[in-house]
């Protein structure tokens, strides 16, 4: 590749390290430039100590990872400096390399760079950015099936049978004339063609659970300003010892933060208290909270044992299904003073954050729901990201408008075109076929760097 | 001086010299025996799947094959009837004695075309340009461009058993230098074989133990030009053979006999179209072969033993052919041998089939590692075409994948390259259901009056047909089915299901079990069976053929993605070492073409593809 690109390669929340990252032709010579030791000489694979200067001030102090290519993800040269001084120091490394002739990486370019230089297959470089972003231990050990081609071996023993079914065909066809070879029946197609199909479904179903696993599931807290929305959330979280973090760009406090319940990241959105309102800011506010919990995975509603619901509280519960919906009243400590409608079936669960009370049968509904129960035990060679997704559901789409045209009594060579676009639809996630959109498509999907 | 020379008169040579002198060239044909021209060293039929299909093309393109078999054949059959519309395809027993016969005729009435009889051994080269050619006399016979359609005549060797007799088919002369001389100006060639299976005499066979195959009761013909001249009640029947133990016991006892395992060949054999003793011994668990006996002529009493090639010695092919059902008597007539020849490697030329060292020189057929009458003839009219072209600095004729097979044949040869004789295969074609026996014309039609092999009135006559076809279907669209009693009648009658509404024909004919005779009780269709076949399947197919048009486009995007005559590939660093060579070796002209190239995946093309962008924006 002809230039030379960096970014931060750490996420940019609170952390005691971050990596900034470089490759290309001249990524230690510029390093280099702007670091006090030498590293051209030193052998590869090596870890250097020193500080990055601007002229002669002193930025950070730092370690240095040298890695020579060929043998280096990128293929490239690359060297990692590992940044002592916290976020703002960190984006001052970067600015100085940038300054010396790097350029900031695109996102997912050392993916690219790295399949584009033959370092890794297509679908290796989907399942790298599925460890770039693993949350959890679960998600990372799907990321690695998939390296190992755990997923790669399911499609393509998938596409042998298509292939062999498509084979026998293609004899039959070519062929004629000689009546000994196994003739491709109707019957016999239907019966492949089905046993095809419940493959294709068992890869989609997994789908649901890869997609659990690698992104988590999301869990909004809403209910009334001051029933104790923030207080469950710390205590889920402080137990976890998680991170809070405050996303920048929302109106009003809209805080999240990830637990594992069995190793499955959990995301806990803790909304702005929804009320009625007059005033704008608030409105917008409130309207956030409405679309999170509307996007949500779980919602978990909580109410004041100690007050009567509103109006707005019925007309809140309502909005959600039993399977999406907790209910958890709260402050139970106080005098009750709820009262339940009678047409409410949902799961309820009291109890209090002082205590506290009730915590663990919240996680236990939470776990319930989702029947987390069920994803971990299975084998790991789940689908995880929408492309692999959609590939397959338009394998089983022309795969059904093969049984389609099979039913409609329509000839073998009628049937066979929707059996070889579902082979190539197949082929196309562990890039067996080549379609030129498609690397940039991967690409562009890619967080940054690696 | 002559504008176009070609050398061969097999069914390549044919194709060339009679299609370059429709085109006005003055045209010589230099062949080893003029009694030989069309003749069919190999099997008796002409087309079979896919085959058949490219002899429609030929056809469509204006070229003899097709013409010249609806009058010489015995038995006809449509192939894959009840598989498809897309892989239907005739396959005609064709009389050896009549075909070349007829074809012989055609070519002495064939206007600007010289017929000479000489062995070709030298070209006349000139800065690597062809200038002409020396005969093994040493007369020098000078023409502006050369087509070279030399079958398996450049240094065959004849095999049987550890036999090996220098010459070309029916004991004919070979040439001994050309391929040594192409070799010196610069050619890569390699070495192929094929082979063919015994002839038995007719009255040695017992033909009552035999399942008898018939031709077709309805009457076909190749030629959109041609009615049918044949009573389809008079035709000859091939018969089935099979083989058994016993005939396995004596291939596997006598292996090592054999040419090919005794290790008395070099050249590479067919994988699909493996000899007896290969099928033995790659499927060993297969408890028979199945084998065919097709008349060779009404003339003389030879039958083709089909599915039977050996390089086994005689008293072996005896004993084999013996122990067959029905054959236990049988006198041989002619053993089957195995063949070597000379070819060029088909990675050095052009897709007009004009080769890339030696400029106006051209290549069709066996030469460029094809196998088949029809592959041959394909190239054949190709290559006369675009010599021809040359000649009048017009662009060359280059059929897309997605045109016709003869497309599919030539980019898969020079893109690919190919180590075995290439045949054709319907599943080669990535649009089949555009490529259909019954759409060549309105396929190629067009291309042939673009440049000239199809008259004004054969053109005229493709618009009328067109004409007709829209005529029909927006008949179909208009007029509704009635339900009413007598309606429901012949319904019932059918044991079909009545449409609940007064739907259109157009609609009716959607379903499955209905095809357009059937509409006849209901409207009145007067049109030719060949614009009812067509609607039917427009119709029928519709959205199936719509879809594949689609695909088709999309390739033709990457088609035109073309990549630039001096790219310098050693440039592009990140090319993965196969790829670099296999791209300065074949240097293809587009993106799409690059792609088909084994060796060169999707990495490669991604990084390609990437450099072209860079540094020229393509």
């Known amino acids: 590749m002809e230039d030379t690109i960096c970014a931060i390669s750490t996420s940019l929340g609170i952390g005691a390290i971050s990596i900034v990252r470089v490759t290309g032709p001249d990524a230690i010579k510029i390093v280099d430039s702007i670091?006090?030791?030498?590293?051209?000489?030193?052998?590869?694979?090596?870890?250097?100590?020193?500080?990055?200067?601007?002229?002669?001030?002193?930025?950070?102090?730092?370690?240095?990872?040298?890695?020579?290519?060929?043998?280096?993800?990128?293929?490239?040269?690359?060297?990692?400096?590992?940044?002592?001084?916290?976020?703002?120091?960190?984006?001052?490394?970067?600015?100085?390399?940038?300054?010396?002739?790097?350029?900031l990486a695109e996102p997912g370019e050392f993916t690219k760079r790295a399949f584009l230089n033959g370092r890794i297959n297509l679908l290796e470089a989907e399942s790298v950015n599925d460890l770039i972003i693993a949350k959890t231990d679960a998600a990372r050990t799907l990321a690695i099936n998939n390296v190992d081609g755990i997923l790669t071996k399911k499609i393509r023993s998938i596409r042998e049978k298509i292939v062999k079914i498509l084979a026998n065909i293609e004899v039959n066809i070519d062929y004629p004339e000689y009546q000994d070879e196994l003739q491709v029946t109707?019957?016999?197609?239907?019966?492949?063609?089905?046993?095809?199909?419940?493959?294709?479904?068992?890869?989609?179903?997994?789908?649901?659970?890869?997609?659990?696993?690698?992104?988590?599931?999301?869990?909004?807290?809403?209910?009334?300003?001051?029933?104790?929305?923030?207080?469950?959330?710390?205590?889920?979280?402080?137990?976890?010892?998680?991170?809070?973090?405050?996303?920048?760009?929302?109106?009003?406090?809209?805080?999240?933060?990830?637990?594992?319940?069995?190793?499955?990241?959990?995301?806990?959105?803790?909304?702005?208290?929804?009320?009625?309102?007059?005033?704008?800011?608030?409105?917008?506010?409130?309207?956030?909270?409405?679309?999170?919990?509307?996007?949500?995975?779980?919602?978990?509603?909580?109410?004041?044992?100690?007050?009567?619901?509103?109006?707005?509280?019925?007309?809140?519960?309502?909005?959600?299904?039993?399977?999406?919906?907790?209910?958890?009243?709260?402050?139970?400590?106080?005098?009750?003073?709820?009262?339940?409608?009678?047409?409410?079936?949902?799961?309820?669960?009291?109890?209090?954050?002082?205590?506290?009370?009730?915590?663990?049968?919240?996680?236990?509904?939470?776990?319930?729901?989702?029947?987390?129960?069920?994803?971990i035990s299975k084998d790991m060679s789940y689908l995880t990201n929408l492309r692999q997704i959609d590939l397959v559901k338009k394998a089983k789409k022309s795969l059904t408008n093969s049984l389609k045209s099979l039913e409609g009594q329509m000839p073998v060579d009628i049937i066979e075109i929707d059996l070889k676009s579902a082979w190539e639809y197949l082929g196309q996630i562990i890039g067996d076929t080549y379609q030129e959109e498609l690397v940039d498509n991967i690409f562009s999907n890619f967080c940054l760097g690696k | 001086m002559y504008e176009i020379i070609v050398v061969g008169g097999?069914?390549?040579?044919?194709?060339?010299?009679?299609?370059?002198?429709?085109?006005?060239?003055?045209?010589?044909?230099?062949?080893?025996?003029?009694?030989?021209?069309?003749?069919?060293?190999?099997?008796?039929?002409?087309?079979?799947?896919?085959?058949?299909?490219?002899?429609?093309?030929?056809?469509?393109?204006?070229?003899?094959?097709?013409?010249?078999?609806?009058?010489?054949?015995?038995?006809?059959?449509?192939?894959?009837?009840?598989?498809?519309?897309?892989?239907?395809?005739?396959?005609?027993?064709?009389?050896?004695?009549?075909?070349?016969?007829?074809?012989?005729?055609?070519?002495?009435?064939?206007?600007?075309?010289?017929?000479?009889?000489?062995?070709?051994?030298?070209?006349?080269?000139?800065?690597?340009?062809?200038?002409?050619?020396?005969?093994?006399?040493?007369?020098?016979?000078?023409?502006?461009?050369?087509?070279?359609?030399?079958?398996?005549?450049?240094?065959?060797n004849i095999l049987i058993g550890s036999e090996n007799t220098p010459g070309g088919p029916h004991g004919e002369a070979r040439s001994n230098y050309l391929s040594d001389k192409l070799k010196e100006y610069g050619l890569k060639i390699i070495r192929l074989k094929t082979g063919t299976p015994q002839r038995i005499k007719k009255d040695s066979i017992d033909f009552s133990v035999m399942k008898e195959e018939k031709g077709d009761l309805t009457s076909w013909t190749f030629s959109f030009d041609n009615k049918p001249m044949y009573d389809p009640e008079k035709q000859e029947s091939c018969y089935l053979v099979y083989t058994n133990e016993i005939t396995h016991k004596i291939i596997r006892d006598n292996l090592k006999k054999s040419a090919m395992y005794g290790g008395y060949a070099t050249g590479v054999g067919p994988r699909y179209c493996p000899s007896i003793e290969d099928k033995i011994v790659r499927f060993a668990d297969k408890e028979r072969h199945q084998l065919f006996l097709e008349p060779e002529s009404l003339y003389y009493d030879d039958w083709y033993l089909q599915g039977f090639s050996t390089s086994m010695p005689r008293d072996i092919q005896e004993k084999m052919v013996h122990s067959l059902k029905g054959l236990e008597n049988a006198i041989i007539t002619k053993y089957a041998y195995a063949i070597e020849y000379d070819a060029i490697d088909p990675l050095q030329i052009y897709p007009s089939l004009e080769n890339k060292i030696i400029k106006n020189l051209f290549t069709a057929g066996q030469i460029n590692g094809t196998s088949g009458y029809e592959e041959a003839a394909g190239q054949g009219i190709i290559a006369g075409i675009n010599a021809s072209l040359k000649l009048d600095k017009k662009e060359p004729l280059i059929l897309k994948r997605s045109d016709a097979y003869i497309g599919v044949l030539i980019d898969d040869l020079v893109t690919k390259g190919t180590i075995e004789p290439y045949r054709m295969l319907t599943s080669r074609a990535e649009f089949r259901l555009i490529l259909r026996h019954d759409n060549a014309d309105l396929r190629l039609r067009e291309y042939g009056y673009k440049v000239g092999t199809i008259s004004k009135k054969e053109y005229e006559k493709l618009l009328e047909k067109k004409k007709k076809i829209e005529e029909l279907i927006n008949y179909l669209k208009e007029n509704h089915l009635k339900i009413n009693e007598k309606n429901k009648e012949i319904f019932n009658e059918n044991k079909i299901e009545l449409p609940i509404s007064n739907i259109s024909y157009y609609e009716l004919l959607k379903r499955p079990e209905i095809n357009i005779n059937f509409l006849e009780n209901f409207i009145k269709i007067d049109y030719e069976y060949e614009i009812k076949e067509q609607v039917e399947i427009m119709i029928k197919y519709e959205g199936y053929i719509k879809k594949a048009y689609k695909e088709a486009e999309k390739l033709q995007k990457l088609e035109e993605k073309e990549i630039p005559e001096d790219i310098d590939y050693k440039k592009i660093i990140n090319l993965a070492s196969e790829a670099k060579q296999k791209l300065e070796k074949i240097r293809p002209k587009t993106i799409a073409q690059a792609s088909r190239i084994s060796g060169v995946n999707p990495v490669d093309i991604s990084v390609l593809s990437v450099y072209l962008k860079k540094e020229y924006n393509k």
Not at chain 1, 54 to 67: G, S
Not at chain 2, 65 to 72: L, T
């Open chain 1, 186 to 375: 109707k019957e016999l197609m239907d019966k492949y063609l089905k046993e095809i199909n419940i493959e294709l479904d068992k890869l989609l179903d997994g789908a649901k659970n890869g997609r659990i696993i690698k992104n988590g599931i999301n869990v909004a807290i809403i209910g009334r300003p001051n029933v104790g929305k923030s207080s469950i959330l710390n205590h889920l979280l402080d137990e976890e010892k998680a991170i809070v973090t405050n996303i920048p760009g929302t109106t009003r406090d809209i805080v999240e933060g990830t637990i594992s319940i069995n190793s499955v990241a959990i995301n806990i959105i803790d909304t702005a208290g929804i009320r009625e309102t007059e005033d704008e800011v608030e409105k917008i506010g409130v309207n956030k909270s409405k679309d999170i919990a509307k996007l949500a995975d779980i919602v978990i509603f909580v109410a004041n044992n100690n007050e009567k619901l509103t109006e707005e509280d019925l007309e809140l519960l309502g909005k959600y299904n039993s399977e999406k919906l907790i209910i958890f009243i709260n402050k139970s400590d106080l005098e009750q003073k709820i009262v339940i409608p009678k047409n409410i079936s949902q799961e309820i669960i009291i109890g209090n954050t002082i205590a506290p009370n009730g915590l663990d049968e919240l996680k236990e509904a939470i776990k319930n729901k989702l029947k987390l129960d069920n994803i």
């Open chain 2, 10 to 156: 097999g069914h390549a040579g044919i194709e060339a010299c009679h299609i370059a002198a429709k085109m006005g060239k003055k045209t010589l044909l230099i062949t080893g025996n003029i009694k030989n021209i069309g003749d069919m060293p190999c099997n008796p039929s002409i087309g079979g799947t896919a085959k058949g299909i490219i002899v429609r093309e030929v056809d469509a393109l204006g070229g003899l094959m097709g013409k010249i078999a609806d009058i010489s054949h015995i038995q006809i059959k449509m192939l894959n009837n009840s598989k498809g519309p897309a892989v239907r395809s005739l396959r005609a027993q064709a009389d050896k004695i009549t075909y070349p016969k007829n074809m012989q005729e055609a070519l002495k009435n064939t206007k600007n075309l010289e017929i000479k009889e000489a062995m070709v051994e030298d070209l006349i080269i000139e800065e690597q340009t062809v200038k002409g050619i020396i005969t093994a006399t040493g007369e020098k016979i000078y023409g502006k461009t050369v087509i070279l359609t030399t079958g398996t005549y450049l240094k065959g």
């Open chain 1, 35 to 103: 670091f006090d030791g030498t590293l051209t000489e030193k052998e590869t694979h090596t870890i250097h100590y020193g500080h990055i200067k601007k002229q002669e001030e002193t930025i950070d102090e730092v370690l240095i990872m040298l890695m020579k290519g060929p043998k280096t993800y990128t293929t490239e040269d690359i060297v990692e400096i590992n940044c002592h001084g916290g976020i703002s120091t960190t984006n001052k490394v970067l600015e100085i390399l940038l300054e010396n002739g790097c350029r």
